[in-house]
């Protein structure tokens, strides 16, 4: 079963050790986070012994002089310290701990000593530690940000365990760049008592998490991470990174957090067998978690594919190949659609070439008559959002209209434009619903990551690529394999 950690995601109130008044030190900023990013600040109670007042919050000598005993304890002293405020909390009935301090066992033996006393320690006491060596734990939904970055999230149902506290702290900062929710995270740190597989059970276990992603470095217990991943991704999705893939990034991991690699396709053939997803890139882990948050899984491997133009179109054809997945064979209603709507020489085939047709009504319609066909499992429409855009300012241009147009009717031109694309967006969330297959646009000249942002409102998936989108589908049809091998009929889709 898995630990229950809600003091740790949870709390109902936090001591602060070494909380300081100092802006560079991690008890300084870590506290102003907290406290900025909404935590009750009468729930805060800073220790330190030198300072009767904290950033406006009273301030007290120690953790035994604290006015009650607080949920969980958060730790930023001198390594050297770090047990003798353990033995501090325990005397005063605080169970759970957040080690921030470094300098333990990623540095050499003396911090691995220290780091075996720590443990000795809450061993002894039956205390709950995260870390040592840590950036923090945040918990959106409770406005709960103990954490050593300036993040904050849109609210959603993903949890995250980093192994590395910067990586981490940066996907997050990513994350609200591109408008993907988040629940939960924690930096594991050193994990000299709470692993990552510890994470992933209570996220597992967790009713608020649909999706887990963790990056890894190194793994000290497989056997049990295989079995907590093994029970977990039969119940959500877990989507992996795992660093150190070579010689020298093993190397590099041993020395950042004391983690052992190991070989990499151990650790590939592992996930596998337990239906972890693995990411290859950062930047697919976050197309990852958005495309499991918003789409229904493929039921199979046949990928249906519209195009503005033909040669994306190829492009599209050889990343499906690439990819693993096949192109769906189109029905008799399909092409009846095509033929109806499109010139005499169309391509006659899928990958559907538009041949350049800007009509809104003529690319939903063959959207729709694909989404309804039995021969097609998932989408890639090619071009459609920025059709608008492009043939509407290169007309402007071509009249010299542009020059003569008051800002209002500007600002009203580019507002008919994302009005189209939303009415098209929309029409595919509805269709996703009714069909239960996943629709995925691609734009390669679009309008810039902001305006994608606000397209997608956390509720579509745009790519600006079809090797992303061919990649992405794939995984995703990978992970429907595995649970129907498993006997796991859900489905994973998170559509309203």
């Not at 217990?221 to 660093?243: A, F, H, N, W, Y």
């Amino acid at each position: 079963m898995a630990q229950n950690l809600d003091k740790i995601f949870k709390p109902r109130s936090v001591a602060m050790v070494g909380a300081s008044n100092v802006p560079s030190k991690w008890g300084s900023f870590l506290l102003v986070n907290l406290m900025a990013g909404g935590y009750p600040r009468d729930r805060i109670f800073p220790v330190n012994p030198r300072e009767k007042e904290i950033h406006g919050l009273t301030a007290y000598p120690s953790v035994e002089a604290l006015p009650e005993a607080p949920d969980l304890a958060i730790i930023t002293t001198p390594a050297h310290t770090v047990c003798g405020v353990l033995e501090d909390c325990a005397r005063r009935g605080i169970t759970h701990a957040v080690v921030i301090s470094s300098n333990f066992s990623e540095v050499g033996e003396e911090g691995a000593r220290l780091e075996r006393e720590l443990v000795e320690v809450a061993r002894r006491h039956a205390l709950t530690v995260v870390g040592p060596n840590t950036m923090g734990v945040v918990n959106a939904a409770h406005r709960f940000y103990a954490v050593g970055a300036p993040v904050m999230l849109r609210p959603g149902n993903i949890s995250f365990v980093s192994q590395s506290g910067n990586v981490g702290a940066n996907l997050l900062g990513w994350t609200m760049n591109q408008g993907i929710g988040f629940g939960k995270f924690v930096g594991s740190g050193n994990e000299a008592l709470l692993s990552a597989s510890h994470y992933i059970d209570y996220f597992g276990e967790d009713s608020d998490t649909y999706l887990i992603l963790a990056y890894l470095e190194g793994v000290d217990d497989g056997r049990s991470l295989m079995e907590v991943l093994s029970r977990t991704t039969q119940r959500k999705p877990v989507i992996i990174i795992k660093s150190g893939r070579t010689e020298e990034g093993s190397k590099a991991a041993m020395s950042h957090t004391g983690s052992l690699a190991g070989s990499d396709d151990i650790y590939d053939a592992a996930f596998r067998q337990c239906g972890a997803v693995r990411a290859d890139t950062s930047q697919e882990m976050l197309d990852l978690a958005k495309s499991f948050e918003r789409l229904p899984l493929p039921a199979g491997d046949r990928l249906g594919i519209i195009t503005l133009g033909g040669g994306w179109g190829v492009l599209a054809t050889d990343a499906t190949a690439m990819a693993g997945l096949r192109l769906a064979k189109l029905d008799e209603k399909v092409v009846e659609v095509c033929d109806r709507l499109l010139p005499p020489f169309w391509s006659h085939g899928n990958p559907v070439d538009l041949v350049g047709n800007i009509y809104m009504e003529t690319h939903l319609a063959i959207l729709e008559a694909m989404a309804a066909s039995p021969e097609v499992d998932a989408m890639v429409m090619l071009g459609s959002l920025g059709t608008g855009t492009i043939i509407g300012l290169n007309v402007l241009v071509s009249q010299n209209l542009i020059m003569e147009m008051s800002e209002d009717s500007l600002k009203s031109f580019f507002t008919e434009l994302k009005d189209r694309n939303v009415r098209l967006l929309t029409r595919a969330k509805e269709l996703m619903r009714q069909y239960r297959k996943p629709i995925v646009f691609v734009e390669m000249q679009f309008i810039g990551e902001e305006n994608l942002r606000d397209l997608e409102a956390g509720e579509t998936v745009i790519f600006t690529a079809p090797e992303k989108a061919a990649a992405i589908l794939s995984k995703m049809h990978s992970y429907r394999r595995y649970l129907q091998r498993k006997g796991v009929d859900r489905d994973w889709s998170y559509l309203a």
